[in-house]
């Protein structure tokens, strides 16, 4: 690569102090309109870290069946990816700008696989539910990159390594997901209950995966198809675990964990969050 076109891309990202990363439980996608436990989480973590130069997101709703891409757009639309919710959720708007020069960086320090750069996409709702809240002024620059939905979870793993450094350069790097996520077991409260309704292994599932990445078990982790029953119930598929372990190939070894938002809902559905 030309030197010269490499210190641009670096110099336009200044090295700082290392950003936090973090692993959010997106939930229902009315969480972007709704005020409750989860939105307050959402919130309060904004407040607690430093405002970041851009953010890189990796959620649960953009797949893409071969390749691994990252948006390139200045402008990315606000993508509506879901059905059957009220007028007021598809009113809503994220116009945070891209970072076309984000996106180079990040297809620059990749060299496991050769990065797309997708110009169509945008920010889906695992990005800007969550962001509304935690920057609702829009005015950090978001990029997003896709799940290969061909490649293991070793390859998801190795893919965020070889992107961490960007964390020195004032980038918070996002996973948006749900750890446990099994919509078919859902078990919404129905009126007259007193309680939700909660599958044991749904909690089993939650539970371990956090002594896990308590333990920085991460090998586990990434075999979770050999973590037993539990986990097979929690993760029918994976989109939604993915973006997790993104969070979790970014980290360091001696990096605190704080876990927010804790909480399984609708039986299947888990909220639990992580700041690194």
């Not at 407040?47 to 997101?57: D, G, M, N, S, V």
């Not at 190795?158 to 980038?171: C, D, F, N, V, W």
């Not at 009126?191 to 939700?196: Q, R, V």
Request: net charge negative; proline share 6%; hydrophobic share 35%.
């Amino acid at each position: 690569m030309n030197l010269d076109k490499l210190k641009k891309i670096t110099d336009g990202i200044p090295e700082t102090d290392i950003m936090p990363a973090l692993f959010i439980g997106h939930g229902n996608p009315m969480n972007a309109i709704e005020d409750n436990e989860f939105v307050d989480g959402f919130k309060r973590i904004g407040q607690e870290i430093r405002p970041p130069k851009a953010i890189l997101c990796i959620s649960a709703h953009w797949e893409t069946l071969k390749g691994t891409y990252v948006t390139v757009m200045s402008n990315p639309r606000t993508i509506h990816d879901f059905g059957g919710f009220p007028k007021a959720l598809y009113d809503v708007q994220y116009p945070a700008p891209g970072s076309p020069e984000l996106t180079q960086q990040t297809k620059e320090l990749v060299t496991s696989t050769e990065i797309g750069l997708h110009d169509r996409w945008g920010l889906d709702h695992g990005a800007w539910s969550i962001l509304r809240h935690m920057y609702p002024q829009a005015d950090i620059p978001v990029i997003q990159m896709s799940l290969d939905r061909s490649q293991p979870a070793s390859y998801h793993y190795k893919l965020a390594q070889e992107i961490s450094s960007l964390r020195k350069k004032g980038i918070l790097i996002i996973g948006s997901g749900n750890m446990v996520h099994n919509i078919r077991m859902m078990a919404p409260k129905r009126p007259g209950d007193t309680e939700e309704t909660v599958h044991d292994w749904a909690l089993e599932a939650n539970s371990i995966m956090k002594s896990m990445i308590q333990n920085r078990d991460h090998t586990d982790l990434i075999n979770y198809h050999n973590q037993g029953l539990a986990f097979k119930l929690s993760i029918p598929t994976a989109e939604h675990y993915l973006p997790m372990l993104y969070t979790l190939g970014v980290s360091g070894k001696k990096e605190e964990i704080q876990f927010f938002n804790d909480k399984v809902i609708g039986g299947a559905a888990s909220m639990t969050s992580l700041k690194i």
